[in-house]
């Protein structure tokens, strides 16, 4: 984990949920950044579109989901700049935390 992922991690979580913060990250992007998931093509460009997915065979919706946190811009107020620096999207990622746990992602 780069040394700024793990400094936003220690500001913005309690120190027990640390090593989980790391590793939903680590899971979500690869500590990368710069990661995108973007599905919206998949139902004509739309956010939230319906589509189906053929790999797990069951529908699903679209997605744009940036950064570290993999934060999905279609469903959370953020800018794509604020997704991929380590501090602006852990500082949103503990609030979600806060509010939702681990179950948000």
Same mark, same amino acid.
């Given at each position: 984990?780069? *040394?700024? =992922? %793990?400094?936003?991690?220690?500001?913005? #979580? *309690?120190? &027990?949920?640390? +090593?989980?913060?790391?590793? !939903?990250?680590?899971?979500?992007?690869?500590?990368?950044?710069? @990661? !995108?998931? &973007? /599905?919206?093509?998949?139902? =004509?460009?739309?956010? =939230?579109?319906?589509? #189906?997915? +053929?790999?797990?065979?069951?529908?699903?919706? /679209?997605?744009?989901? !940036?950064? *570290?946190?993999?934060? &999905?811009?279609?469903?959370?107020?953020?800018? !794509?700049?604020? @997704?991929?620096?380590?501090?602006?999207?852990?500082?949103?990622?503990?609030?979600?935390?806060? %509010?939702?746990?681990?179950?948000?992602?």
């Amino acid at each position: 984990m780069p *040394p700024e =992922g %793990r400094e936003a991690i220690a500001r913005y #979580f *309690p120190r &027990d949920q640390w +090593e989980s913060g790391a590793r !939903v990250s680590q899971c979500e992007s690869g500590w990368r950044q710069d @990661a !995108v998931n &973007d /599905t919206r093509y998949l139902a =004509g460009g739309q956010c =939230g579109g319906r589509y #189906f997915h +053929e790999r797990l065979q069951v529908w699903a919706q /679209t997605e744009y989901s !940036v950064g *570290p946190w993999q934060i &999905d811009l279609c469903q959370h107020a953020l800018s !794509v700049a604020e @997704a991929m620096d380590w501090d602006s999207s852990t500082r949103y990622a503990a609030g979600l935390w806060s %509010r939702r746990g681990w179950r948000a992602w």
